[in-house]
């Protein structure tokens, strides 16, 4: 079975490239992107989990992101997007950050500490 990586990004050009870079690293995944959380959770609707979720905060604080992703209960890891050093943090266990911009590099490195760590 292919791996499912759900991205998150409300920017499309970054969510393209992200997507790209994504392929790259596993041609055989299986990639989709969404603007809002709202739009991944009504795609989700009975499916199974997707085995990556990448995504931009939500909100200020950790506990309400951590809320957010439990709520949309999309995947089994995640990668929090972070535009700014305030909001560089791990929001839940099975959450790694990549802070923004990020290249081809960081990507694979977060990508791998997610799937390390589970």
């Not at 055989?28 to 603007?35: F, N, W």
């Not at 809002?36 to 989700?44: H, N, T, Y």
Request: glycine content about 0%; aromatic content about 4%; proline content about 4%.
């Amino acid at each position: 079975m292919r791996r499912k990586v759900v991205i998150v990004l409300d920017d499309v050009v970054v969510a393209l490239d992200l997507a790209q870079t994504l392929q790259d690293l596993d041609p055989a995944a299986h990639i989709v992107t969404y603007r809002s959380a709202k739009d991944a959770k009504e795609a989700a609707k009975g499916q199974d989990k997707a085995s990556l979720i990448i995504w931009q905060p939500l909100s200020e604080t950790p506990e309400e992101n951590s809320a957010i992703l439990v709520q949309c209960d999309l995947a089994e890891r995640s990668i929090l997007l972070s535009d700014s050093a305030e909001t560089v943090y791990d929001a839940a266990a099975n959450v790694v950050v990549l802070p923004r911009p990020f290249s081809a590099d960081m990507v694979k490195n977060a990508v791998s500490r997610v799937s390390a760590d589970h």
